[in-house]
T-cell receptor
Framework: DADVTQTPRNRITKTGKRIMLECSQTKGHDRMYWYRQDPGLGLRLIYYSFDVKDINKGEISDGYSVSRQAQAKFSLSLESAIPNQTALYFC????????????FGPGTRLTVL | AQKVTQAQTEISVVEKEDVTLDCVYETRDTTYYLFWYKQPPSGELVFLIRRNSFDEQNEISGRYSWNFQKSTSSFNFTITASQVVDSAVYFCALSEADDQLTFGTGTRLTIIP
């Protein structure tokens, strides 16, 4: 079984809808991250969390919110989706014991019409 | 601010040729970490290597090798005797003390059979 899972893997929605992307991990890592990938732009950090009580904004947090429900779960919400949020979204985890290397989930492809 | 530049947007080589992917970084920290990730056509991100700023020793793993040169702020990746399975987008990334990854925009490598 995969160590980092993301649901859904693909989602098509309409402008204005609320969307939640979920991430779960079995690696036992404390730190979790959400990124988005756009063609030609690489990956950009949206939010990150170093433990359950710690949430931090990344480079492009506007229009997004997150919830760290447990050490193993980190959800990303789009309160009112807009077309320019169409992208590939990745969750990642890391732990200081693993020398901070980030391990990524399989990604969620989100299309906002 | 930290920055990672992958000037090669796309590279195509014939199978069995060697190919080098360039990565140049900018940072003001003396302690930092450099990474390479592979994104095959299936879309997931696969961790390849992590290198800290105090270890300039080159590394070889099978057909893969990495050349870290602090004097030129470069962390280049060479694939020897390329294979079709090496076709992917490759990302170089940098993290500093805050453990946030800054990615380059990626290099799309195509291996022609």
């Amino acid at each position: 079984d995969a160590d980092v899972t993301q649901t859904p893997r693909n989602r098509i929605t309409k402008t204005g809808k609320r969307i939640m992307l979920e991430c779960s991990q079995t690696k036992g890592h404390d730190r979790m991250y959400w990124y988005r990938q756009d063609p030609g732009l690489g990956l950009r950090l949206i939010y990150y969390s170093f433990d359950v009580k710690d949430i931090n904004k990344g480079e492009i947090s506007d229009g997004y919110s997150v919830s760290r429900q447990a050490q193993a779960k980190f959800s990303l919400s789009l309160e009112s989706a807009i077309p320019n949020q169409t992208a590939l979204y990745f969750c990642a985890t890391s732990d200081i014991a693993s020398t901070d290397t980030q391990y990524f989930g399989p990604g969620t492809r989100l299309t906002v019409l | 601010a930290q920055k990672v530049t992958q000037a090669q947007t796309e590279i195509s080589v014939v199978e069995k040729e060697d190919v080098t992917l360039d990565c140049v970084y900018e940072t003001r920290d003396t302690t930092y970490y450099l990474f390479w990730y592979k994104q095959p056509p299936s879309g997931e991100l696969v961790f390849l290597i992590r290198r800290n700023s105090f270890d300039e020793q080159n590394e070889i793993s099978g057909r893969y090798s990495w050349n870290f040169q602090k004097s030129t702020s470069s962390f280049n990746f060479t694939i020897t005797a390329s294979q079709v399975v090496d076709s992917a987008v490759y990302f170089c990334a940098l993290s500093e003390a805050d453990d946030q990854l800054t990615f380059g925009t990626g290099t799309r490598l195509t291996i022609i059979p």
